[in-house]
């Protein structure tokens, strides 16, 4: 049972290594007691969770509301969520040995379709040009976002992407605006297109002359000697190469990626 919009209380998971947003889906180590008795708890209930940002100290009053999809292993192993709509943390509660929140939802009812239409063209945009730079790039996964219309929705859907970091997405929780959100995304996917582009204008690593001296010179020498020239080469491809280290890590694991994101 999905509880309603009035206020509802749910067993609760702090964690200040996982941002989960709705729509996108986790994998969750049960490491402190406290997620464990919470995840036991859902397990026996209605199988949901609310996970709260907390740094350890302060503790966020937005969080999201998630289903477990897949116990693996349970409490005492790790388990699988999926985010289903922002929540407004409005009380704390201890009982027993998994903590209980009192919230209620936080969604913008305004994101609908046709709201914000020209951001939500403007992504569509990058995501075709992500699938020109990047062709192994499923096109049924990019079908399935450019058929999302709904800023919020569109702006945690991309947010899941290996591209954006943790931070990047709790700043993505906290903002409720469903266009300042989407437009957030969109600056942040500009940057790596960006650097995509660059990579296509610029010699790539196989035609760069330093990086092929390298490889000579690590041909002929010694063990010890090619160690050190392999993190030299390393050091190099990362502050002369970025774009293109980057865009061969999305095609060797955002394409996995996306495709489970697309088939939930």
Known sequence: MVPSDEDFEVPAVFSGEVVLLPHMTVVLSMGEKSSRAAIASALNSRRLVAMIP?????????????????????????VELKGLWRIKLKEIMQKGAAPLVKFRRTEDSKDLPGLAADVVEKVHGQVD????????????????????????????????APIFTDKERLELLETLDPK????KVSDRMEKD?????EVTRSATIP???????????????DSA???????AFLEHVVSRHPAELMRLIAEKYGPAFMQKRSLR
């Open 225 to 231: 000697a090619r160690e050190e020239m392999m993190a």
């Open 129 to 160: 040009e992500f699938s020109k730079l990047m062709p192994s790039l499923p096109q049924e996964v990019v079908s399935f976002v450019k058929g999302i219309d709904s800023p919020g929705m569109l702006a945690d859907v991309c947010a899941g």
């Open 207 to 221: 035609e760069c002359e330093i990086c092929m001296d390298f490889a000579d010179r690590a041909f002929e020498a």
């Open 180 to 183: 300042k959100r989407l437009s």
């Open 193 to 197: 297109l960006q650097a995509l582009r």
């Open 54 to 78: 907390s740094d350890g100290y302060e503790v966020g009053d937005i969080g999201t509301l998630a289903l477990l999809e897949d116990d693996r292993g349970g409490a005492e192993g790790s």
